[in-house]
């Protein structure tokens, strides 16, 4: 938790910077992350904990569809892989396509939903014998809080939504 708030505490000491782009954070479970959209493409870091499991991955987007509030978008992700759970420990990397979509609340809130066959491969740390690897379909959620001018938002009423 202490991670996540430091983390939303330097992105609003930079929302300077980001307020002529399209920088946002993502809260889902159990992740947080930074997104900058390009307006088709997108780049993203996530990093996600539970459990003694460790994920640090980047995400690429491309913005296929939108109109008004809805947004939909594929891209590929990969990422590595620690985990110190009860007797194993080791680490290893994930690889996966997804696809999804963005519903924007207002301006500044959104929720994205995507899924994804995740190749995941991992390793034991002390017996390098010791691998497994296969698909799992992961699915996620989470809000996005979005900061400067380049949110997207129902064009048409962009009164109601300030």
């Not at 978008?73 to 590595?80: A, D, K």
């Not at 698909?135 to 300030?162: C, R, T």
Request: charged share 15%; net charge negative; with cysteine.
């Amino acid at each position: 938790m202490k991670k996540i708030i430091c983390l939303i505490a330097v992105l609003l000491a930079f929302t300077s910077i980001s307020y002529a782009g399209g920088l946002s954070i993502g809260l889902g479970y159990p992740y947080a992350s930074i997104k900058y959209d390009f307006s088709t493409l997108a780049a993203e870091g996530r990093f996600v904990t539970d459990s003694g499991v460790k994920v640090y991955s980047g995400r690429g987007y491309w913005n296929f569809y939108q109109q008004g509030r809805i947004k939909g978008f594929t891209g590929l992700e990969g990422g590595y892989i620690s985990f110190n759970t009860l007797d194993t420990k080791g680490t290893g990397y994930e690889a996966a396509p997804f696809i999804g979509g963005e519903y924007f609340i207002n301006k500044w809130l959104s929720l994205l939903i995507d899924f994804a066959p995740t190749y995941i491969s991992l390793k034991h740390a002390d017996d390098s014998s010791v691998k497994v690897g296969g698909v799992e379909l992961v699915a996620n959620i989470a809000l996005y809080f979005h900061f400067g001018n380049n949110m997207v938002a129902n064009k048409e009423d962009d009164s109601s939504n300030e």
